[in-house]
């Protein structure tokens, strides 16, 4: 049993004292106890490949601040370096990898990885970090969404204009399905292995869903993240964030999820008109307003809060990831004004 079972309870949109709060990328760079675990792990991916150097980070955002989840620390691009394709980062300019997808014999060549196998280091954490958080908040698991892992193994890494990824989509469909549906495979035993390691939340990230035309964006995207929602293993609470995908969220909600994660572009209020009661919402400040002066961080907490008003089915958050130079006091701000706020909406 959990002691804080506050973001079970809002995914399940059942009545909360207060709203919970989390925060994308909560264990980063930011804090400077992260930045020193970093240096003795060496490098960020070595981090994430060591479960008892993960699992202090994920703790430490959780000993600063009264965030009510814990968020497995590793990354979305875990899977495609266990498929062989060799990820590494280059200080400044985000992830690299050795050997992209260029042709169909890549994608047909590419293995199944075993989760307790190739991805072994990932359960253990999440095994350890269970153990750690002794039942203290949830623990989120995670997984990139099938579309978004593949624009980084098709490009190479990040990009501005997703080029090569959506020129395969566009030249060779079938091709883009091939490897779609491989990598829905890989995603949903990637999720159903940590769920049975100890998760008690998942969250699917489609970063790059919005660069989607809408009918491209259901068929290249949306497909697939509905069919792993449909195959979670077990019937814990699941989150779909798809940045830029303000404008199918009606989609979105009958997609199979729990809840839906919003960026900060699309208003909680009109997200909750159109989605009604199907699914709870998870965001949505900007996480720039985290550069504003402490008062202004207040203010926007509770413009946020008000927005989607009373009741329950509100997961507080960041409408993306927090910037490695935001001021640690300034989160500190956002987390207290939620639990100042927030009971107000609720009874
Ligand atoms: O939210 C959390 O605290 C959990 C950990 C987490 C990380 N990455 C840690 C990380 C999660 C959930 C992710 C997901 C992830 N990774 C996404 C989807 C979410 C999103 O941000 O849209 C994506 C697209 C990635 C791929 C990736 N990994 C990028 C683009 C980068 C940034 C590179 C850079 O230099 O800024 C990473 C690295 C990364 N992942 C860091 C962290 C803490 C920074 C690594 C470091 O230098 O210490």
Redo the contacts with the bound molecule.
């Keep these: 049993m959990l002691k804080n079972d506050l973001l079970i309870r809002a995914l399940q949109r059942q009545p909360v004292a207060r709203t919970p709060v989390w ?7 930011y804090l400077p106890e ?2 020193k675990v ?1 240096e003795k792990a060496g ?2 991916l070595s ?2 490949m060591n479960p008892e150097l993960a699992c202090e ?2 703790m430490q ?1 959780l000993d600063r601040y009264r965030f009510d989840a814990a ?7 875990t899977i495609p370096h266990a498929m062989g394709l060799g990820l590494h ?1 280059v ?5 690299k990898f050795h050997h992209p997808i260029k042709t169909s014999s890549d994608i047909k060549a590419l293995p199944t990885p075993d989760p307790e196998q190739e991805l072994g280091y990932v359960c253990d954490a999440v095994r350890l970090i269970h153990k750690t958080l002794d039942s203290r908040v949830p623990l ?1 698991g ?1 997984s ?1 969404s099938p579309w ?1 892992l593949a624009c ?1 193994m098709v490009e190479g890494g ?1 990009s501005k204009d997703f080029r090569k990824v959506k020129g395969l989509l566009y030249e060779q469909p079938q091709l883009m399905e091939q490897l779609l549906s491989k990598l829905t495979t890989a995603v949903t035993a990637y999720l159903n292995a940590q769920i049975a390691a100890g998760v008690e939340v998942v ?1 699917v ?1 489609d ?2 869903g919005g660069v989607l035309s809408s009918e491209d964006y259901q068929k290249f995207s949306l497909n697939y993240t509905s069919q792993i929602a449909h195959d979670l293993r077990q019937d814990i609470p699941s989150v779909l ?1 798809t ?1 830029g995908g303000g404008q199918w969220l009606e989609s979105m909600a009958d997609a199979g999820f729990d809840g839906l994660g919003l960026d900060w572009t699309t208003s909680i209020a009109s997200a909750r008109a159109r989605v009604g009661d199907r699914v709870a919402l998870q965001g949505n400040m900007d996480p720039m307003a985290l550069y504003a002066p402490p008062e202004l961080i207040e203010q926007r907490v509770q413009r946020v809060l008000q927005e989607f008003g009373e009741g329950s089915g509100h997961v507080f958050n960041l409408g ?2 927090i910037l ?1 130079d935001v001021n640690p006091q300034h989160v500190e701000v956002m987390v207290e004004a939620v639990h100042k706020y927030s009971r107000q909406y609720h009874c």
């Design positions: 925060m994308m990328r909560q264990a980063g760079r992260y930045r970093r490098d960020f981090l994430c980070v994920t955002p968020i497995l620390f590793s990354d979305i691009l980062f200080e400044g300019e985000g992830p989120i995670f990139g978004t980084y990040s969250m990230f970063t790059w964030f940045k993306h990831g490695p």
